[in-house]
């Protein structure tokens, strides 16, 4: 991806730079085009690039799988309407089976998603490194650090677009309690029990559950890691917010950009970051002190000409959890009112 070729660019010119220049001043550094697009991981990324590629390559079949995802929505609303009709029900049934295991299918891959993520940060964080020179040294987890939340981004859009999910989910649900208090025994309970279903419901009920289980996740390896520093992760974090920022408001760079998808993937890994930053930040990315430029990359999110810019506007709006605090300068608010 073009975009790469950039922001792994820019990874190393801030590795080199950022010792002694803040990222702000990195804007106005020189513009050189290093080839990077084929950033292979290095012999010591190898274990971790190996697990989380694995996982990688079936996020394309999960997003198309999402994507066609149609729902049950006339065979449930004809069996709700007639239910002394047993025909119509078992249709209803048979349509929504089929569709729930879709839905544990993608429950499962946020699980090992989770994962993933965990082993990208452990590597990214390790020790005796500073956040930047792991950006620096680990290149090709960084790619897959962003990827991960591309897909994550792209995720939640579709399932938020799409209410079939969770009318199906609940018709699911519903026609096996009902089916319980009958004593009816059901194979499908197999597919999916009772633990799993109240699980998967929790995970659907979420707006943006990808992104919701990834800060759940990153959350968790901050807390439990006492050892190491909170800002160790944060920076990590912020400094991909920065990346992209720049990469979306220069010019020179985006001038590079050859298709729509490119930027839209800027847009999401920023957007992405950003709220990870703020659910693991003790203060957030609203705050005066956060390492994220949050003026800047608003704006130059509603600069993009994108059909996606609303969604990721309420992705910030929504999904973050201190844009209310009264630490949020106004002027903050109202970019995103
Ligand atoms: C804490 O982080 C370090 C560095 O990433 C890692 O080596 C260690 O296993 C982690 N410990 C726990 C309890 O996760
Ligand atoms: C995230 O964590 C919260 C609090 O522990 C929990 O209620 C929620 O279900 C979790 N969401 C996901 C998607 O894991």
Avoid at 166 to 191: G, K, M, P, V
Wanted: charged share 20%.
């Amino acid at each position: 991806m073009v975009c790469w070729s950039v922001v792994v660019w820019c990874l190393r010119l801030m590795g080199n730079l950022l010792k002694v220049l803040a990222c702000s001043e990195l804007e106005h550094g020189p513009i050189v085009f290093l080839d990077f697009e084929h950033a292979q991981p290095t012999e010591a990324e190898t274990a971790v690039w190996n697990q989380v590629s694995a996982v990688l390559e079936e996020a394309h079949g999960i997003l198309a799988e999402l994507q066609s995802y149609n729902g049950a929505g006339q065979e449930i609303r004809e069996a709700i309407q007639n239910p002394g009709d047993l025909q119509l029900q078992e249709k209803a049934w048979n349509a929504v089976c089929p569709l729930v295991a879709k839905l544990k299918r993608f429950y499962e891959f946020s699980l090992r998603l989770e994962n993933a993520l965990r082993s990208l940060l452990e590597a990214l964080t390790s020790p005796p490194y500073a956040p930047m020179q792991h950006l620096e040294r680990e290149q090709a987890l960084a790619k897959q650090f962003a990827e991960i939340l591309h897909f994550t981004l792209s995720f939640d859009e579709l399932k938020m677009t799409n209410p079939a999910i969770q009318n199906d989910f609940s018709y699911y649900r519903r026609t096996i309690s009902r089916n319980r208090l009958n004593n009816q025994q059901l194979e499908a309970e197999n597919e999916v029990n009772n633990e799993m279903a109240n699980r998967m419901s929790l995970f659907y009920a979420e707006a943006t559950p990808m992104l919701k289980t990834l800060s759940n996740a990153t959350t968790k390896f901050v807390s439990e890691n006492k050892t190491l520093p909170i800002e160790d992760t944060t920076d990590c974090l912020s400094t991909m917010a920065c990346v992209c920022r720049v990469m979306l408001e220069t010019p020179e760079y985006r001038c590079r950009f050859t298709n729509t998808d490119t930027m839209l993937f800027c847009m999401r890994v920023m957007v992405g970051v950003i709220i990870l930053y703020d659910h693991v930040h003790p203060v957030g990315a609203f705050a005066k002190t956060s390492k994220i430029d949050m003026k800047g990359c608003i704006k130059v999110l509603k600069e993009q000409p994108s059909n996606s810019v609303e969604g990721l506007l309420n992705a910030l709006r929504y999904t973050t959890r201190h844009l209310n605090d009264d630490s949020t300068s106004k002027q903050i608010r109202a970019l995103l009112q």
